[in-house]
Each structure stands twice: as C-alpha cells, then as structure tokens.
C-alpha cells in the first residue's frame, strides 16, 4: 500500500487519472492550499460569458478581491466542516499539469442513502475538448466504483446545455423539472438521475484510482 503522506488528512492523497491520446492526461485530486491561487485565478479568466448564468449561486458575479476570498473561503470550509453525514469533495482538476477547473462529489447521509450528486466548473480555455465530460466520469468512477454509490443526481439550468448534453452523454437519464432562482429570478431546472446499473451498462474510460484506503471512512464507505 503506498505510503499516507497527509495522516491528518488523508483525502490530499487521493488521486483520480484518466485521459486519452487526443485530449492528454486528465488528474483530479484535492488542492493544497498553496496551489488554490493558480485555480483561483484561472476562475478570474472566465468561465461564462457575462450575460450568462450557469450557477444557481452567482458566484462569478462577485467582484474582485471578495471573489477570490470567498472562494478561498469556500474551498477551505469543505474540509473544515466535513462529516461522514455531509461531505463535499472539491477536486482540482489539472489537464497535462495546467489547472482546468474543478469537479465536485457530495453526498448527504452516504452510509444510508449511498446517493450522490456532482457540480463542476471549467475555464473557458478548456471548454468544447471533451474535458468536461471526462472529469465527470472520473469522478462517478470514483462513486460507483470504489465507494459503492448506488444513484447519483445532478441537474442544470434548461439554457445551459453544455453541461446537459454532458450529462446524457455520461449515461444519466432525464428525472424531472425543478425551479431555482438565478440572480434573483426564477428560472426552470433539468433534473438527472443515473444508477449503478446505467453506468455500468455503458463504455466508460479507465480511471486510475490512487490513495482511496486511507481516507474511505471519511465517506463512510468502509
């Protein structure tokens, strides 16, 4: 068993990789706090264009420097408050070492429910590659694999479909309609669902997996 390099927070040492020839290859793993800057700033460059708004949370309308903070702040709360119960797993994800963006996984009372949802952001320079795509697999990869999920959930605003074509393309299915506010007003949601069994019925990338032992009770998936 490779050796734990961060015994007070073993998730440091999970490491996700996949890619293919065309794209390079792909790495999810949790920043350290030194390297939050580079994805910071990155974010900085653009994710949307300004008259679009892809998160339900606006976010990316914040103005710089609270921007930056708040994100900083955000990234560092996901670890500080994390529970067996309630855990958001913020993963960097660096395309042939550059930092592409970010690939969440949470879940809520895991050990019972074994359902999880996902979020993502991408900056724009790797947008429209296939990246997208790939990082979301990896990381359902990591959920039905690995930790033993059983559903994952995600849904996305109606006008926003890049993020809904990757979602049917990864294998999950339409499960409804929902309302969000965006920016103050409401706006109409795609729900999608996907079991165990629609992922494995599919050809999917192989995903390397690295430093899972030492921090899978953290997800309480002993």
Do not use: K
């Amino acid at each position: 068993m490779p050796a734990v390099t961060h015994p007070l927070w073993p998730l440091y040492d999970l490491r996700l990789t996949t890619g293919d020839s065309q794209l390079g290859e792909l790495v999810l793993r949790v920043p350290e706090e030194a390297e939050l800057p580079a994805f910071v700033d990155l974010a900085s460059r653009g994710i949307h264009p300004a008259e679009e708004m892809p998160f339900s949370i606006p976010w990316t309308d914040v103005a710089s420097p609270r921007r930056e903070r708040e994100s900083y702040q955000f990234y560092m709360r996901t670890r500080a408050t994390w529970s067996v119960d309630d855990w958001i797993l913020t993963l960097g994800v660096w395309l042939d070492s550059e930092p592409a963006g970010f690939q969440d996984l949470r879940a809520q009372q895991f050990p019972a429910l074994r359902t999880v949802a996902t979020g993502s952001w991408l900056g724009r320079d790797f947008q429209g590659r296939g990246v997208g795509r790939l990082m979301r697999q990896a990381v359902l990869a990591l959920a039905f694999d690995h930790l033993g999920a059983e559903v994952a959930e995600t849904e996305a605003f109606l006008d926003n479909p890049a993020s809904n074509r990757v979602s049917l393309a990864v294998g999950y299915r339409p499960n409804g309609f929902t309302r969000l506010l965006r920016r103050g007003v409401r706006a109409e949601a795609q729900r999608f669902r996907m079991t165990r069994e629609d992922w494995q019925a599919r050809s999917r990338p192989e995903v390397a997996v690295d430093g899972l032992e030492a921090c899978r009770e953290l997800f309480g998936a002993i």
